[in-house]
């Protein structure tokens, strides 16, 4: 459980740390609203995805049993996280990858439900669960059933918890965000570590095809 747990934070680390709506929205509030506005944040992406994990549990049982399901999901799953952590290496190497934090015009209302409205209007939040976030789903489950999944969900969301919470709390603080350079470093070595996640994908599956 421990290694399912740890690879679950590492991947939801490269996720969460990537340019996006979210963040950014993220970013605007808390110089707006405070330092803690992450968290609030967060816990309405947090909701959306407890409940979109639930959903694929009662809809896709049968699927999360299905051999020849789960070599599919592990080959698509592969190529996805090899394709994005070859791309984040790549865009942090050319200097492609930085955050606007200018905060004028930052929309205000709930934050919990903008959170959840962010994250569900992004069409690469569906993309990943449907594809990486069930080849890992099926894989805890696999080999600890229901206690695996819990693991796996309490990984994943702790890393969003861990970097939006920091982040909201040095721009809330400081009214700055860490450098273009540290940040682009920090994106080298998590798009490295989702290739080797999704070569570990291509393993597994073809194991199960031998």
Same mark, same amino acid.
């Given at each position: ?75 698509? =799953?592969?190529?996805? !996280? +090899? ?6 290496? #790549? $865009?942090?190497?050319?200097? &492609?990858?930085? *955050? ?64 939006? =919470?920091?982040?909201? !709390? +040095? ?6 965000? #860490? $450098?273009?350079?540290?940040? &682009?470093?920090? *994106? ?23």
């Amino acid at each position: 459980m421990p290694l399912i747990f740890f690879s679950s934070l590492a991947v939801a680390f490269s996720g969460a740390m990537m340019p996006g709506p979210l963040l950014t929205y993220t970013i605007r509030q808390s110089l707006q609203r405070g330092p803690y506005s992450g968290l609030v944040i967060i816990s309405g992406h947090a909701l959306l995805e407890a409940a979109l994990i639930i959903f694929i549990f009662l809809g896709f049982d049968v699927i999360l049993q299905s051999k020849s399901a789960q070599v599919t999901i592990g080959i698509a =799953g592969g190529l996805l !996280l +090899i394709y994005m952590g070859a791309d984040m290496v #790549i $865009s942090a190497l050319k200097k &492609r990858v930085r *955050i606007d934090i200018n905060s004028e015009n930052a929309k205000t209302g709930n934050m919990l439900l903008s959170g959840a409205l962010i994250s569900a209007a992004n069409p690469y939040f569906i993309l990943w669960w449907a594809v990486i976030g069930l080849g890992f789903l099926v894989q805890a489950y696999k080999l600890f059933g229901a206690p695996g999944v819990i693991i796996f969900f309490v990984g994943h969301i702790l890393a969003d918890y861990i970097w939006y =919470g920091a982040i909201s !709390l +040095i721009t809330g603080k400081s009214r700055r965000f #860490i $450098s273009d350079k540290i940040y &682009r470093l920090i *994106i080298i070595s998590l798009g490295a570590v989702l290739v080797f996640f999704g070569g570990s994908f291509f393993y597994n599956a073809f194991l199960l095809l031998a």
